[in-house]
């Protein structure tokens, strides 16, 4: 279950005038015998791609709630924006998958059950994972887009985040245009990844990609990493 489907498999309804490629990177990997055949599931976003992406529980603290209430009467921008990334999430995992398992040839247990996106997509990505592991088995999360949660997802994190073993987790970040700010917030992340027992390189990845800029045509080059390492089989 992909986020920013309009991105993902045709050049004429991207609105980055490029694609993730992610029709042909599936069947290379699947034919190659990297990973199984698979469907992928586009979410078009929608215009209000901020709020459905942007993760909610962090900001259920008092200083939470204060900064989402300043950020509305900042801008114009985010006055007309509805935080709604759990019904986002319940759409999916309480509409759009029993829809697809019905009607597709699916295997429906979490353990073949996955989510990416990039920029907030990957914020959303592990916020699906964090709130429904029993639903997704592995989050890919490229250039996830942390400056925007700040200091708030790190508390989340560390007190949500399931057990390490059972769920793969997969984030990366080019070193150009805003993806290099997102390094010391992914410093942090990968600490508290570490705290609560995950194993980089084997349930865990962090992956750097140098002169890599934030763009579809960057992702494309690396979103068979993260197919690779989200749907292989967890180990002992």
Known sequence: YMH?????????????????????????????????????????????????????KPYETPEGKAFIANLEEATDTFEETSFVADQYLRLIVETIKPIIDKNYRTRPTYKDTFTMGSSMGGLISLYALVESPQIFDGAGCLSTHWPVVEDFILPYLTTTLPTSGQHKIYFDQGTQDIDADYHPHQILVDQIMMEKGFTLGKDWITHIAPGAIHHEDAWRTRLHLSLIHISEPTRP
């Open 4 to 56: 920013d489907g309009q991105n993902l498999f045709f050049r004429e309804r991207s609105f980055a005038n490029s694609t993730w490629g992610v029709a042909e990177a599936i069947t290379r990997l699947s034919g190659w015998g990297f990973i199984e055949p698979a469907i992928i599931v586009g979410i078009d976003n929608t215009q209000n791609r901020y709020g459905d992406y942007l993760p909610t």
